[in-house]
Each structure stands twice: as C-alpha cells, then as structure tokens.
C-alpha cells in the first residue's frame, strides 16, 4: 500500500511535509519542464530528505513533469544528468496525457523493496495478522 502526499510545493504543507519525509520510505521529487524555478526546488527538497532522513541515500525517483509541453525550460539531458548526479531514476511524464505514470510507482516501489531488502526491514504480510 502506498500513502501518498502531493504537497505541490506549497509552504503552508512544510509542517506536515517535514513529518511525512520522516516517516517516508521512498520519494518521487517532481518539477515541470516549462519551469526552470521548479528544476531548481528539487534541489531543496532532495537536501531536506536526506537531512530529515538523516541518510545519504533513500530510494527516489526525480520526474520531469509536463513532457507534453512545448515551451520546454528543461531539457530531457538536464533532467537525466541530475538524476545521475543524485543516483536515482529518472523519468519524464505527462500527467494531463497520462504518459509513464504507472511507471512512476513502479520504479520507487521497486526501490522501496531493494532498500528494505538490503536493510532486513521488509515487511511481510502474513495470514491474520496484517504486516509483521
């Protein structure tokens, strides 16, 4: 089961944000490529991860929104080589044409999954008793 919070940058959510970050296994870091500002507030939000987490690394994603737009302020490389630069995956969608949004999901489950393995904290689900 995921549980999501979509905080769209907003600051009267930093609370809330701070709590969630926290609490989080996994966190897809998402700006639009018409948006050069929000290329760059990923930057802030990663750092506030890795610091709330107080971890060098946890299993993200870094998605390049609006791929269907044409007045483009990021490019697709820009995208790629600060995922590279962060060590995640990186994708580019458009949530208005619903392209690779599954994958989205799939991609930081799948990350999620290696982590807890490679941790020993992955929870098994068995019969009667929810997730142990």
């Not at 995921?2 to 701070?18: C, K, N």
């Not at 992955?122 to 997730?131: A, D, P, R, S, V």
């Amino acid at each position: 089961m995921l549980d999501i919070l979509d905080t769209a940058g907003q600051e009267e959510f930093s609370a809330l944000r701070d709590s969630y970050m926290y609490g989080g296994d996994g966190f897809v870091l998402v700006y639009a490529v018409n948006s050069i500002n929000s290329f760059y507030e990923v930057e802030k939000l990663k750092e506030q991860i890795l610091r709330i987490k107080g971890k060098e690394s946890v299993p993200m994603v870094l998605v390049g929104n609006k791929c269907d737009m044409e007045d483009r302020e990021v490019t697709t490389e820009q995208g790629e080589n600060l995922a590279k630069q962060y060590g995640c995956q990186f994708v580019e969608t458009s949530a208005r044409e619903n392209i690779n949004i599954q994958q989205i999901f799939t991609k930081i489950v799948q990350q999620i999954r290696d982590s807890q393995k490679k941790e020993g904290t992955h929870k098994k689900k068995t019969k009667g008793c929810g997730n142990v």
